[in-house]
């Protein structure tokens, strides 16, 4: 934070001198202190890695796949992948059978239409026509019947649509 103003420094303080290390001699006994710390801290780690060696195979006599963590990662990966693609192939279209009906509906109607034009079309032209034979095979009588019989069914379903028609209530 910074102040405004007039500053004033405090004196710096001195600092107090560390005291010295006295220098080992030649002929002291400071390098056996060393060499039994050396061997103590030697002897500690041995028996600590002794220990952990104890340790982990006692975890292993439990569980053999204690220690296998990339196995047991690839495990849980794979469960959690499984579930997404059987979902995947699971899940059907939702709307695809609604537009394919509606689409062969919309042919069916076209094809109704396109044959009424090709009438009224034929009946124009009778007059040409009038004394030579017509010819109908019958693959086109098979689908004039369907048609036929599809514009029935078509009848049916719009009159029970319009039975069933809930906006218009009549009250007696």
Same mark, same amino acid.
């Given at each position: !934070?910074?102040?405004?103003?007039?500053?004033?420094?405090?004196?710096?303080?001195?600092?107090?001198?560390?005291?010295?290390? $006295?220098?080992?001699?030649?002929?002291?006994?400071?390098?056996?202190?060393?060499?039994?710390?050396?061997? /103590?801290?030697?002897?500690?780690?041995?028996? /600590?890695? #002794?220990?952990?060696?104890?340790?982990?195979?006692?975890?292993?006599?439990?569980? $053999? /796949?204690?220690?296998?963590?990339?196995?047991?990662?690839?495990?849980?990966?794979? #469960?959690?992948?499984?579930?997404?693609?059987?979902?995947?192939?699971?899940?059907? $279209?939702?709307?695809?059978?609604?537009? !394919?009906?509606?689409?062969?509906?919309?042919?069916?109607?076209?094809?109704?239409?396109? =044959?009424?034009?090709?009438?009224?079309?034929?009946?124009?032209?009778?007059?040409?026509?009038?004394?030579?034979?017509?010819?109908?095979?019958?693959?086109?009588?098979? #689908?004039?019947?369907?048609?036929?019989?599809?514009?029935?069914? =078509?009848?049916?379903?719009?009159?029970?649509?319009?039975?069933?028609? +809930? /906006? +218009?209530?009549?009250? +007696?």
């Amino acid at each position: !934070m910074k102040k405004y103003g007039l500053q004033i420094r405090a004196p710096p303080q001195k600092k107090q001198p560390t005291p010295l290390r $006295p220098r080992p001699s030649i002929f002291d006994e400071d390098e056996d202190v060393d060499v039994e710390k050396e061997i /103590s801290r030697q002897a500690s780690k041995t028996k /600590s890695h #002794k220990e952990t060696e104890e340790q982990l195979k006692k975890a292993l006599e439990e569980d $053999p /796949s204690a220690f296998a963590y990339d196995e047991v990662i690839d495990d849980i990966k794979q #469960k959690a992948i499984v579930p997404k693609l059987q979902d995947r192939q699971d899940r059907k $279209p939702r709307y695809v059978q609604h537009l !394919m009906k509606k689409a062969e509906q919309r042919q069916k109607e076209h094809e109704i239409v396109y =044959e009424r034009k090709l009438a009224k079309e034929r009946e124009k032209d009778d007059d040409l026509f009038s004394g030579k034979e017509k010819f109908i095979t019958g693959a086109y009588k098979r #689908k004039l019947e369907e048609q036929k019989k599809w514009l029935a069914e =078509e009848r049916l379903r719009e009159l029970r649509e319009e039975r069933d028609d +809930v /906006s +218009v209530v009549l009250f +007696v």
